[in-house]
């Protein structure tokens, strides 16, 4: 199970910071005293634990105690580190299954649309002109931190701001320099100027790149019933086979 602990209340670079230690070195780290939300196999239900103590052995947890007492639990070494949680949260990170880190910009300007209206205004079948490739960049990388520092730890972009080579690199280098684990779901789709077959060549450059980051380049497609037969289709599935 992908279970990386989120600490509420605490900076950006520290949750990065424990990110990257619980999942990159081989190394124990003890929270003590914070309030964990648990799980209680018995009762299958969320089970708060008040001034708690959670192991997290390299990229596992391996233990969570209902005491903030760390006598004996684990084997301590100089790899271990204890980290004091009281008046935190301990809480697994939330996964995102649908994410367009590209509007991010339009946060709050459509609280109040009709999916119609969104469509027209706010859309990726629109927005091409009102986005550089930097604005795409940016927007992308900042929805990325907020979500991270809300205590998501892994995203599915949906990315369908691939108007241009140009727009479609911006999002994914915003989103391999966010450091948040994110399947970056490139979208194949049909705008002018850009064909799907030059998206699919720019795919598979994106991907013999194997850039070492917590981004996994994934594919996305929304045109099936658009174009079932098409050789666009049957080149995104041989792709994806
Ligand atoms: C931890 O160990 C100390 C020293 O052995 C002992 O006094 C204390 O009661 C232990 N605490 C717990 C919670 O087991
Ligand atoms: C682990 O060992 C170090 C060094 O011996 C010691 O300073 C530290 O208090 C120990 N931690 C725990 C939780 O026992
Ligand atoms: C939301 O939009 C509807 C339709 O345009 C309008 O009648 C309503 O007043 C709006 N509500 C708010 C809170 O803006
Ligand atoms: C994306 O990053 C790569 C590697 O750092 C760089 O070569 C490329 O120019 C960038 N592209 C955009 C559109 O930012
Ligand atoms: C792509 O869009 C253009 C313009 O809307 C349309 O003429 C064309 O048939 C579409 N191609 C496919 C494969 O859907
Ligand atoms: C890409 O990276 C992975 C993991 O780092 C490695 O196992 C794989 O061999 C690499 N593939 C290529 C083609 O370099």
């Not at 990110?19 to 964990?36: D, E, F, M, Q, R």
């Not at 320099?177 to 850009?194: E, I, K, L, P, W």
């Amino acid at each position: 199970m992908l279970f990386i602990m989120h600490y509420l209340k605490v900076t950006l670079p520290t949750v990065w910071a424990l990110l990257y230690t619980t999942s990159a070195l081989a190394k124990t780290n003890v929270l003590t005293g914070g309030t964990i939300i648990a799980y209680d196999e018995a009762t299958k239900l969320p089970k708060v634990i008040r001034g708690g103590t959670l192991v997290l052995e390299n990229d596992r947890v391996s233990q969570i105690l209902e005491q903030s007492s760390t006598n004996g639990t684990f084997s301590n070494s100089s790899d271990t580190e204890v980290i004091d949680c009281t008046d935190k949260i301990i809480t697994p990170g939330f996964i995102d299954t649908h994410r367009h880190g590209w509007q991010t910009v339009y946060k709050t300007m459509a609280s109040n649309t009709t999916l119609g209206e969104y469509f027209s205004r706010l859309s990726a079948f629109v927005s091409q002109p009102y986005f550089t490739p930097e604005d795409v960049y940016i927007s992308q990388k900042v929805g990325i931190l907020e979500a991270l520092n809300a205590g998501t730890t892994t995203i599915l972009d949906h990315a369908h701001h691939t108007w241009t080579r140009e727009h479609a690199a911006a999002g994914y280098n915003g989103t391999v320099d966010s450091g948040a684990r994110v399947y970056f779901a490139y979208t194949f789709q049909n705008v002018s100027g850009f064909s799907v077959q030059d998206q699919l060549s720019h795919w598979r450059e994106l991907n013999a790149l194997n850039a070492s980051s917590l981004t996994t380049l994934v594919m996305s497609y929304d045109d099936f019933s658009a174009n079932t037969y098409g050789k666009d289709t049957q080149d995104m599935v041989k792709l994806a086979l």
